[in-house]
C-alpha cells in the first residue's frame, strides 16, 4: 500500500510513505545507517542487503529518548565527516521516533543539507513520528526545542519489524492512533475500542488508517501554523511529564497518554467534553495498558513549564482539547487558575 503527501503550498516537496512495499532502497551517491545499538544486533545487516549505493557505511547510537541530545548529534556528524559524505549522499533513520528525529535533523544541517530516507522500526514512529518532516533533540529546557522541518524523500512501514516490539513500546504507539482517532475520526476511534491490535489484519488497518489521517493533515499545513497543531492532542502536558522526569521515567506514547487524560480533564472543565466521554476514553488507554496517571509534585512548576512548549507564543499557552470524539478545539485563552484547577486532580 502506499500514501502520498502532496503539499499543497510546495509539491516539490511531496514523497510516498510504502506500506509492506520495502523490497530495495536504491540511492544516488553514498549512504549512511543511522539507527541503535537494540535494532542493529536484530536487523541491521539484513537491512543493509536491501540497499543499493555506492557506499554503505553506519552509524550506531544508543537506545533511549535520554540519548536524543546535541552530544548524540554531534557523535552522528562527526562520523558522516569522516565517511566523506558530499551533498550526493543519502542518510537513511532505521530505528524508532529518536532515531528517526535525529537522522531527520542531521540531514537538515549536513552541509546545509542532504535527502534522507526514513524506516521506522516502531509503531509510534510508523504511525506518527516517521511522517511530516519534524526534525530535531531535546536539551535542559524541554522536548524537541531544537531542530527542523525537514521532509524525508520518502518512508518505508514495514510492520514485519514490530513483531520483535516490546510490549511497553508497542502500546506506546498505540496511544499515537488513538491520539489521531479521537481529534478527526470518531468511526476509527470506536473501532479501536473494540479491536485486537495484537491480530495482524488489525494492526495493519490500524497503521494505515493512522497514516492516512497524519499523512493529509501534514499536507494542508507543513510547518504547524494551523491544523497540524492538533496533532498534539495530550503533547502540551506529555513534554512536560517528560521534562521533569528527565525523559527516562516514561516512554513519550506513555506521557502522551497520561497528556491525553489531563488534556480531557481541562476539556470536561471548560464544558467541551461529558463526564462520561472522558471516562470512556480512559478505560481505552488502560485497555492498551497505558498508563493514565502522573502525580504533580510542585503544580506551579509543572504550569510555568508549558511556556517552553513550542506552540506557546505571545505568554499564552495553546492548549488542544477534544470537543465530543471526533472533532477539537484549539484554545490559547484559557485562564491560569482553570487550568490549575485541572492540574490539582492530578496533584
Same mark, same amino acid.
Given at each position: ?31 549512511? $545507517? ?84 526514513? $524506516? ?9 513520528? %516517521? ?37 511497553? &513500546? ?19 476511534? &470506536? ?18 488508517? %493512522? ?13 504547524? %501554523? ?85 506552540? %506557546? ?31 490539582? $486532580?492530578?496533584?
Amino acid at each position: 500500500m502506499r500514501v502520498s503527501i502532496e503539499f499543497a503550498a510546495a509539491k516539490s516537496l511531496s514523497y510516498d510513505i510504502f506500506i509492506d512495499e520495502l523490497e530495495e532502497i536504491v540511492v544516488r551517491g553514498k549512504a549512511a $545507517v543511522i539507527t541503535n545499538d537494540k535494532i542493529a544486533p536484530l536487523y541491521l545487516e539484513a537491512f543493509k542487503r536491501k540497499i543499493k549505493a555506492k557506499e554503505i557505511h553506519e552509524v550506531i547510537i544508543k537506545d533511549g529518548e535520554k540519548y536524543k541530545n546535541l552530544q548524540t548529534m554531534e557523535y552522528i556528524l562527526n562520523e558522516l565527516f569522516k565517511f566523506k559524505l558530499d551533498r550526493k549522499s543519502t542518510l537513511i533513520a532505521f530505528g524508532g521516533g529518536v532515531v528517526g528525529d535525529m537522522t531527520g535533523f542531521a540531514a537538515a544541517v549536513y552541509q546545509r543539507g542532504i535527502d534522507f530516507i526514513q $524506516v521506522p522500526t516502531t509503531l509510534l514512529a510508523q504511525v506518527d513520528a %516517521s511522517v511530516g518532516g519534524k526534525t530535531g533533540v531535546n536539551n535542559h529546557f524541554g522536548k524537541n526545542l531544537i531542530g527542523a522541518f525537514y521532509q524525508p524523500r520518502a518512508v518505508y512501514c514495514e510492520s514485519g519489524f514490530l513483531k520483535t516490539l516490546p510490549n511497553r &513500546e508497542f502500546a506506546a504507539g498505540v496511544a499515537e492512533i488513538i491520539k489521531m482517532a479521537l481529534m478527526f475520526d470518531k468511526e476509527f476511534y &470506536e473501532w479501536l475500542e473494540k479491536s485486537d491490535l495484537n491480530d495482524e489484519t488489525n494492526l495493519k488497518e490500524a497503521i494505515a488508517k %493512522s497514516i492516512k489521517i497524519k499523512a493529509d493533515v501534514v499536507a494542508q499545513d507543513e510547518k504547524e %501554523s494551523g491544523i497540524r497543531a492538533v496533532l498534539n492532542y495530550g503533547h502540551t502536558f506529555a513534554h512536560v511529564i517528560e521534562q521533569k522526569t528527565a525523559y527516562s521515567q516514561y516512554l513519550h506514547g506513555e506521557a502522551v497518554a497520561i497528556g491525553i487524560v489531563m488534556a480531557n480533564e481541562l476539556a470536561v472543565n471548560l464544558g467541551l467534553l461529558q463526564r462520561d466521554e472522558a471516562q470512556k476514553i480512559e478505560k481505552t488507554l488502560q485497555r492498551f495498558s497505558l498508563p493514565t496517571r502522573y502525580q504533580i509534585i510542585d503544580i506551579n512548576s509543572f504550569y510555568e513549564t508549558f511556556f517552553l512548549d513550542k506552540k %506557546s507564543a505571545d505568554s499564552k499557552i495553546m492548549f488542544i482539547l477534544p470537543c465530543g470524539i471526533g472533532n477539537f478545539a484549539i484554545r490559547d485563552d484559557i485562564s491560569e487558575d482553570i487550568v490549575k484547577k485541572t492540574l490539582e $486532580v492530578f496533584k
